[in-house]
């Protein structure tokens, strides 16, 4: 009887290492992984019950860090901040002992990470909620991908290479679009887009692997010369220089180079205001110059105010109009555009609608830009 015991102890010892080795392979090691899938969800856990952190496209790069059973662990972005609360953090410093990392600034949050005493933080003020701070996550931080989605594309130095050409193309990016900005603002015989123009050419030309921003190198390039044959056709006009051959050539020009997008789902009321939008979010971004469009308009929904009335079609053809709709209530009226919301579905109807603030250009109502729309 003793033998059989011994026999079964001996088992039991085996079966637990060999289910310890399975779950933590001692061969692992980490590697650039490639997504596989289109809007594949990317999980604060190694589970389906955890929090989605953000969804990736397909051929996105990540580097695989961890092998947790039917998940890969995976390096978060550089962009991927997290949140803890200010009162345990002392000139930098954790005063306490496993200190939760929140992937939102609120208590409800997802926990992502933790600190512990004694750790060293950089740490900002979250402008969202001051009792919070935002953190760069630790190293030993991962998000989660299940391993159907990821396949093989090469070793850590794949990644490493990657991140140093994507760090290149968005430098170059945003110094083009500051460059246009300051361009833009400028009267036609002062203006010298040679320098914008190279920088949205050399994004084109040598970073095709990284098609977002190429295209968005290519509608950059798009505006600035839109915006600078305008200002050339008005400048010759007002000069008496220009004959209508010259005039017609110019607005081919003109209608040759703007983008069109393909989304049918994005009004041409809507496009007209994408823009707007694009100059509002430069001009944002010299305040904020590491954040992301998705940045902006979450802290635009943030800082939003709420309206209510019957949203109705603003038709006149008047220039420099501040929106294509109108919304009615009692005796008070406001302009409104959106690109985010298609506002010909919710004409005549009685709605509740988040704003924003935005220019009215001296008319006799203020402007919002709509984020959200409500039917009551």
Not at 37 to 48: E, H, I
Not at 180 to 195: A, I, L, V
């Amino acid at each position: 009887m003793n033998k059989i015991f011994k026999i079964l102890a001996i088992f039991t010892v085996c079966f637990s290492l060999y289910s310890e080795e399975k779950a933590s392979p001692k061969n692992f090691k980490p590697f650039t992984g490639k997504v596989i899938g289109n809007k594949v969800r990317m999980r604060s856990g190694a589970d389906l019950d955890s929090a989605i952190i953000s969804q990736l496209n397909k051929d996105q790069l990540v580097l695989v860090l961890k092998d947790s059973n039917e998940f890969w662990g995976v390096k978060p972005a550089s962009k991927n901040k997290g949140y803890v609360f200010r009162s345990y953090v002392i000139d930098n410093t954790v005063e306490a002992d496993r200190v939760n990392i929140r992937l939102e600034p609120n208590v409800d949050a997802p926990i992502i990470g933790q600190l512990h005493s004694k750790d060293i933080v950089d740490g900002k003020m979250c402008p969202e909620n001051n009792k919070w701070l935002e953190i760069d996550l630790p190293s030993d931080v991962c998000f989660y991908i299940s391993k159907e989605y990821i396949t093989y594309s090469g070793d850590v130095d794949l990644y490493v290479k990657t991140q140093i050409r994507q760090d290149e193309v968005e430098k170059l990016l945003n110094s083009a679009y500051f460059i246009t900005q300051g361009e833009c603002k400028k009267p036609y015989d002062e203006m010298n887009p040679d320098q914008a123009i190279e920088k949205f050419d050399e994004i084109i030309k040598h970073y095709p692997d990284f098609t977002a921003y190429v295209q968005q190198a290519k509608d950059g390039l798009a505006l600035l010369q839109d915006n600078y044959l305008q200002k050339k056709i008005a400048y010759l006009e007002a000069k008496a220089n220009i004959s209508q051959v010259e005039k017609d050539e110019l607005s081919k020009a003109v209608e040759k180079i703007t983008v069109t997008k393909k989304n049918e789902s994005i009004t041409e009321k809507m496009k007209f205001w994408e823009s707007v939008e694009n100059s509002l979010y430069r001009t944002w971004t010299t305040f904020h110059p590491e954040k992301k469009q998705k940045d902006f308009y979450k802290e635009q929904e943030i800082n939003s105010m709420m309206l209510s009335g019957i949203i109705e079609s603003f038709t006149q053809k008047i220039k420099n109009k501040p929106g294509d709709y109108l919304v009615k209530s009692n005796n008070n009226s406001a302009y409104l555009y959106s690109t985010k919301v298609n506002l010909d579905e919710y004409v005549g109807k009685k709605v509740k609608l988040k704003v924003s603030p935005r220019p009215n250009n001296n008319f006799a109502f203020p402007a919002y830009f709509v984020n959200e729309v409500e039917v009551q």
